[in-house]
């Protein structure tokens, strides 16, 4: 298989994790990559902006030898996957989907675990792109061409597991949040996977995705989400995000990132593990507090 050439690194430096959809509109063309992360009934469809490809969480960029769903694969399975999605260590990647922010957090924060720094979100998403009046394609997103040298090099600490987040749950330094809603935590809202129980971790704190973002479904500001993280963990910088299957936990990590936090990690099996029946505490009703 052939190779694409790398993007030109000076003429695609991004700004930080977050750009918005006049930025992109500039660089269309100019080397820029960019993936549409949409899952669920979004999965695949149409319309895409101009030239974007494919992040298929429900498809390739899963591990599917894991009975949990949106599982991070293996360094070497995310290098073929990026690679045949024709991304080079060179190229500078923007990330979107067609809800607002939600799965291309996602996609953004795997990235950055795989050691790849050049990666930001669309902040609004395609709605925000098409509401800014710019160009979209009646097609799905779609890549046919060649391969990309990418090469995955894992940061160990960013993807976590579930005896690592009970060690955080224990330490009086860090704080676990939990991206779903409210009700959901508490256990008053049924999980919409079946056979897992109801409520949360003990010890962790409720800070539901939705509300680190503005009506229009872009990000809050730097001084707005600093708040919203403060009024649930206080002091605590190290920060450690769980969810329903690990995809909205990384929108709180993406607001963390925009507020200053660094040390921040995702909690991979989410409620999808910790909710399966077993020997794991799970609470109920509410908790935690900063």
């Known amino acids: 298989m052939s190779e694409t050439t790398p993007s030109d690194p000076a003429a695609v430096g991004l700004p930080g994790p977050l750009v918005d959809a006049d930025w992109v509109a500039a660089r269309l063309g100019a080397g820029l990559v960019l993936f549409d992360a949409s899952v669920g009934a979004r999965r695949g469809a149409a319309p895409r902006i101009p030239g974007a490809r494919p992040f298929d969480l429900d498809?390739?960029?899963?591990?599917?030898?894991?009975?949990?769903?949106?599982?991070?694969?293996?360094?070497?399975?995310?290098?073929?996957?990026?690679?045949?999605?024709?991304?080079?260590?060179?190229?500078?990647?923007?990330?979107?989907?067609?809800?607002?922010?939600?799965?291309?957090?996602?996609?953004?924060?795997?990235?950055?675990?795989?050691?790849?720094?050049?990666?930001?979100?669309?902040?609004?998403?395609?709605?925000?792109?098409?509401?800014?009046?710019?160009?979209?394609?009646?097609?799905?997103?779609?890549?046919?061409?060649?391969?990309?040298?990418?090469?995955?090099?894992?940061?160990?600490?960013?993807?976590?597991?579930?005896?690592?987040?009970?060690?955080?749950?224990a330490d009086p330094r860090a704080a676990v949040l939990d991206a779903r809603t409210r009700e959901r935590y508490v256990g008053s809202a049924a999980e919409p996977r079946p056979g897992l129980r109801g409520g949360h971790m003990p010890g962790s704190v409720s800070l539901p995705f939705g509300e680190l973002l503005r009506e229009g479904g872009e990000l809050r500001s730097a001084d707005e989400l600093r708040k919203a993280f403060e009024a649930v963990a206080g002091d605590r910088e190290q920060l450690y995000f769980s969810c329903g299957s690990g995809v909205t936990a990384c929108v709180l990590a993406l607001g963390?990132?925009?507020?200053?936090?660094?040390?921040?990690?995702?909690?991979?099996?989410?409620?999808?593990?910790?909710?399966?029946?077993?020997?794991?505490?799970?609470?109920?009703?509410?908790?935690?507090?900063?």
């Open 59 to 169: 498809g390739e960029l899963s591990d599917h030898t894991s009975a949990l769903p949106h599982t991070m694969p293996g360094a070497r399975e995310f290098t073929g996957a990026l690679r045949a999605l024709g991304v080079h260590d060179t190229d500078t990647v923007v990330v979107y989907d067609a809800q607002g922010i939600y799965s291309s957090a996602r996609a953004w924060w795997m990235l950055r675990a795989m050691g790849f720094d050049r990666v930001a979100v669309l902040d609004g998403g395609l709605p925000a792109w098409t509401a800014a009046g710019h160009p979209v394609e009646p097609v799905p997103a779609a890549y046919d061409g060649p391969h990309g040298t990418f090469s995955a090099r894992p940061r160990p600490g960013l993807i976590v597991d579930a005896d690592v987040v009970a060690a955080a749950l």
């Open 256 to 290: 963390a990132t925009v507020a200053g936090y660094r040390g921040l990690a995702v909690y991979d099996g989410s409620w999808s593990e910790w909710g399966l029946p077993s020997d794991r505490p799970v609470a109920t009703g509410e908790s935690g507090s900063p």
